[in-house]
T-cell receptor, first 113, second 112 residues
């Protein structure tokens, strides 16, 4: 029979609007988080990180929010541009367990010109 | 900037072939990782290495092996390629714990 593959969550935004991408992480002991951007045909690229002693961190056009109470991470992109179209995923790690990260499945962002 | 280079962007291999995927990093990182990436499943860790000649199994090591003879090079080996190993393979490296990975551009492997 036909097999149906799993699909990424998708988000479509108009160029110039703000985007919010969410991630629920699994381990309450995780203390370091990263957002990655992966463009089609390329490897993931680091966007921004945050440690568990912070709840907000800002970069250039991007902001990461961390809510440890509900184990939730979000990435906000201001004034979204066509070049922001990509898959975004979060990664979590536990410092005392060495340098191993666990990755979310990702959200596909499409920016509509 | 750290550079992680994967030797092939696209590979097509036949079932049963032995396949080598090569990864080289140029910043003297101790830690290197191999992931496979499949739609809807995210990145799954195959093997990793924290030092030369050292290797640890990740979450899905079956059907794979690795080699790390030199610090800068981490090879993934598919002993006998099967169609269910068709995937995007990503290599990554990092320095100290508490820092993120730098990824290579990936190798898209198709096994026919």
């Amino acid at each position: 029979g036909e097999s149906v593959g799993l699909h990424l969550p998708t988000l479509s935004v108009q160029e110039g609007d703000n985007s919010i991408i969410n991630c629920a992480y699994s381990n309450s002991a995780s203390d370091y988080f990263i957002w990655y951007k992966q463009e089609s045909g390329k490897g993931p690229q680091f966007i921004i990180d945050i440690r568990s002693n912070m709840d907000k961190r800002q970069g250039q056009r991007v902001t990461v929010l961390l809510n440890k109470t509900v184990k939730h991470l979000s990435l906000q992109i201001a004034a979204t541009q066509p070049g922001d179209s990509a898959v975004y995923f979060c990664a979590e790690s536990i410092h005392q367990k060495g340098n191993q990260f666990y990755f979310g499945t990702g959200t596909s962002l499409t920016v509509i010109p | 900037d750290v550079k992680v280079t994967q030797s092939s962007r696209y590979l097509v291999k036949r079932t049963g072939e032995k396949v080598f995927l090569e990864c080289v990093q140029d910043m003297d990182h101790e830690n290197m990782f191999w992931y496979r990436q499949d739609p809807g499943l995210g990145l799954r860790l195959i093997y990793f290495s924290y030092d030369v000649k050292m290797k640890e199994k990740g979450d899905i090591p079956e059907g794979y092996s690795v080699s790390r003879e030199k610090k800068e090079r981490f090879s993934l080996i598919l002993e006998s390629a099967s169609t269910n190993q068709t995937s995007m393979y990503l290599c990554a490296s990092s320095s100290d714990p508490g820092y993120g990975y730098t990824f290579g551009s990936g190798t898209r492997l198709t096994v026919v």
